[in-house]
């Protein structure tokens, strides 16, 4: 369903047209469905991490260390750090940092010494490391994430081409979940049928995301996390 076909949709499910519904309120109120639409993916997506499928990247970006620098905030839009790796110095191969939290650390925080890093704890839109890198090196922090939908665009609206990132069986929950929010205020005798329509697609929508990935047998793992 392109961002034309929804369009249309919503001016059908609403009775409106351009002139009773202004294509810049619909153009916020578009892309706030797709945000409930990918939050609801994101809850129910397992080990196959969802990512838009109008990305031209992937969602990994690499920086600099640098020595004496602890802290580290990627350069992208995400939502969720997902993986972190590093090199040490000199080296050429990435090695996974154990994830870890300050309410585990035992040791005074400012008494951190400087080393190769071996852990990381997220903090607001950083990621802190321990220890603290004693060396300078380009494109040595790797980190793994996911980032929100790639929200449509008046102009990609004018163009009228692009579909949504997600399953295209799922793309009339963008429509109805605009023409919900709408009938609540202006057409209430409506709104209880989009409701049914919305819960429907959505439990579907769950149901597939959150069997994508058959192929892969998950086993449970009890990583040691040592300190010294």
Known sequence: MTITDIVSRIYKLTKTNSSSYLA????IDINVAYRDVVASIMDADGRWQWDDDNRSDLPIATTTITSGQQDYAPAVTH???LRAEIKDNGGTVFRRLE??????????LDSVTTGVPQYYDKVGDSVFLYPIPNYTQSASLKLYFQRGPDEFTSGQVSAGTKEPGFNGLFHDLIPMLVAYDYAVMNLP???GGFLNRITALKASLIKTYSKRDKDDKQTLIMAPINFK
Do not use: N, R, S
């Open 189 to 191: 005798e409506l709104a």
């Open 99 to 108: 994830p870890i939290d300050q309410a585990d650390v035992t040791f005074a």
């Open 79 to 81: 939502l969720k750090i």
């Open 24 to 27: 810049a309120d619909m153009l």
